[in-house]
């Protein structure tokens, strides 16, 4: 696949600066909008079945067009790129910000002509510093070169597009979480309905979508929703940018078709590392179910994985090898979760720990059989029962684990000790 | 009392927001900017400037994590201890600053040299593990890397 997200990316220079991304075409997505009108662009993005790329996969189209009539509703009207990124085991949002501000920035704008958008924000996680300062030199040059502002290339519409830094906490990648923190208040979820589509920030219709996916939406736009659809290579539509970590040979990001298997990914980073064996991975961050060696050959994307059960995610893949401990990792993705919940939902708040604790007696080598019963009656009390889905994001690893890799729960007990610590790893 | 600088910088929050108390986790960070932390006083004055009560400001203060509502080290070393970095030795590399600086995550040291956290996912596993030293980001850390940071390499320190 040419690469489409990735084009104007060059190992070993920065970013293009406005005009260098002109020349390489941009911003002509933009005057095409303007010219076909809002109603027209917004059918581009339905007809092309861009799934939302932050992990829970829902059609963007689909969300923009569920907005309010126009006339019938509260101006203005909000759109947020959730930039919020802190889902364990990735980092293509930070990828795709620091190699290419200004696509970005022109699929939100591009977003927000399709919804008429009169303001917006980028929703940045404050640690990702490169990031804000790649992105407020773009917003200036984009704002200066009258693609933000007033009268946008003479359309008669106008949108302002800010940068909004925040203080911490996961939370605030949760969409209506975001619009909380937005409003200066702590990031807690809402209840649902309503949507954000019709009761937003400050009680306005707004959107929020994550930063792959209005990156998409320039190349929708100039390319048409036919050529997206056919980039990818099993059930879902476009580019994705993977990425793999772990004992691998090139960790990174990767831009490849929609629905790339796991072994193809692996391939392309290069294999496992020296000495190294593959034994699972997270497809999607911290929040998707272990897939195991029997699974290599599924098409990662939001339709192929869920037909086996697995949540696609953020499509960031963490690779176990054979020297790292499932329970312990396990653990330690329980240790965040019960970190970041905002304890809004007793489940999430009382039942996290509790998790964490079961756990840590695996690790700890006095875990009994009766623990693994109490992991599944917990997890079982947890999922699906909150507001959000952070402690059903968490609970799946165990659930997943417990029945791809229920021996190695088992293989602690029966050491009394945690088989890698005590170096007797198969 | 906030300086004037710092209220300009709280007003440039409250320009990039669409209501006054929409900025007060920005202004918070602003003022943490040239304080190194939020004291009561602080919280009292941002609170004010802004509008809020200083109970409604805490209700944010006492959430996002980084808000400092404590004394900080002028050097800030932020390890993060989430899945990649975890299974790349993150535990180790924080047992090790543990061991050389005298206390455990979360405690700064008595001559105010170094606060020690952990922190989340910091979206850097291609180069795990990974910390933040102040604003700096750091990757493919190893105990040299961290002696270097404990050298005062790297980053300017906080007030």
């Known amino acids: 696949m040419e690469p489409v997200l990735t084009k104007n990316m060059h190992p070993g220079r920065g970013p293009l600066n406005l005009r260098e991304y002109e020349q390489a075409g941009g911003y002509a997505a933009l005057r095409k909008a303007i010219e076909i009108g809002p109603e027209a662009t917004l059918q581009l993005v339905l007809d092309a079945d861009l799934r939302g790329r932050g992990g829970a996969g829902y059609p963007a189209g689909k969300k ?41 920035i022109e699929g939100t704008i591009l977003a927000a002509f399709a919804c008429r958008a009169a303001l917006g924000w980028i929703f940045v996680r404050a640690e990702y510093v490169d990031p804000l300062r790649i992105l407020d030199t773009a917003l200036a040059e984009a704002g200066a070169a009258g693609y ?21 906490r996961y939370m605030c990648g949760e969409a209506l979480a975001l619009l909380n923190a937005m409003e200066g208040s702590r990031a807690i979820p809402r209840s649902k309905p309503p949507y954000a589509a019709n009761v937003g920030a400050w009680g306005l219709p707004s959107i929020v979508n994550n930063v792959e996916t209005f990156c998409c939406v320039p190349h929708i736009v100039r390319n048409g929703p036919e050529w997206f659809k056919g980039l990818g290579v099993a059930k879902d539509a476009g580019p994705k940018i993977y990425g793999i970590s772990g ?47 029997r699974e290599l050959d599924v098409p990662m994307d939001f339709e192929s994985l869920k037909a086996i059960n697995v949540y696609f995610g ?9 020297h790292t401990c499932l329970v312990g990792m396990t653990h330690n ?52 029962r909150t507001f959000c889905t952070l402690a059903l994001g968490a609970v799946v690893s165990i659930e997943s684990g417990l029945a791809k890799f229920r021996e190695e729960y088992e293989r602690h007990i029966e050491l009394g000790a945690c088989p890698y610590q005590a170096g007797a790893a198969r | 009392m906030l300086t004037v600088e ?35 006083e602080t919280l009292e004055s941002v609170a004010a400037y802004l509008g809020m009560t200083p109970a409604e400001l805490e209700n944010i203060a006492t959430f996002y994590s980084l808000i400092f509502r404590h004394p900080v080290g002028r050097t800030v070393i932020a390890v993060c201890d989430s899945l990649v970095c975890w299974s790349l030795g993150s535990e180790s590399l924080l047992q090790y600053l543990e061991h050389k600086l005298g ?56 007030p």
């Open chain 1, 314 to 322: 953020t499509g960031s893949v963490t690779v176990v090898d054979d």
């Open chain 1, 333 to 384: 993705l329980q240790q965040f979760f019960a970190r970041e919940s905002c304890g809004w939902c007793t489940p999430c708040r009382e039942g996290l720990p509790w998790l964490v604790e079961i756990l840590s007696r695996f690790e700890r080598g006095i875990a009994v059989r009766e623990d693994i019963s109490l992991l599944e009656e917990l997890t079982y009390q947890i999922h699906d």
């Open chain 1, 64 to 104: 923009w067009a569920a907005l309010p009539p126009y006339e019938q509703s509260p101006t203005p009207r909000l759109i947020f790129v959730n930039a919020d990124e802190m889902e364990p085991g990735t980092y293509k949002d930070r990828f795709l910000m620091e190699g290419d501000p200004h696509q970005l």
């Open chain 2, 6 to 40: 710092e209220k300009a910088d709280i007003d440039r929050e409250v320009a990039e927001s669409y209501t006054r108390h929409a900025a007060c986790i920005p202004a918070l960070r602003a003022v943490q900017r040239h304080r190194g932390w939020i004291s009561r």
């Open chain 2, 103 to 158: 206390l455990r995550a979360g405690e700064t040291t008595a001559d105010k040299a170094f606060t020690l956290l952990r922190i989340a996912c910091l979206g850097d596993c291609d180069h795990a593990p990974c910390l933040m030293v102040n604003d700096v980001q750091v990757r493919n850390v190893n105990e040299a890397v961290l002696d270097r940071i404990l050298a005062g390499e790297f980053s300017p320190e906080r």
């Open chain 1, 148 to 168: 933000l502002g007033q009268n946008i290339l003479g359309s008669g519409w106008d949108f302002e597009l800010h940068l909004h830094s925040s203080a911490g």
């Open chain 1, 247 to 293: 004992r691998v040979v090139r960790p990174g990001s990767y831009e490849l078709p929609i629905g790339t298997t796991l072994r193809e990914l692996l391939e392309v980073a290069g294999g496992m590392l020296p000495g190294y064996e593959f034994r699972a991975a997270l497809p999607g961050g911290a929040s998707s179910m272990f897939m195991d060696a």
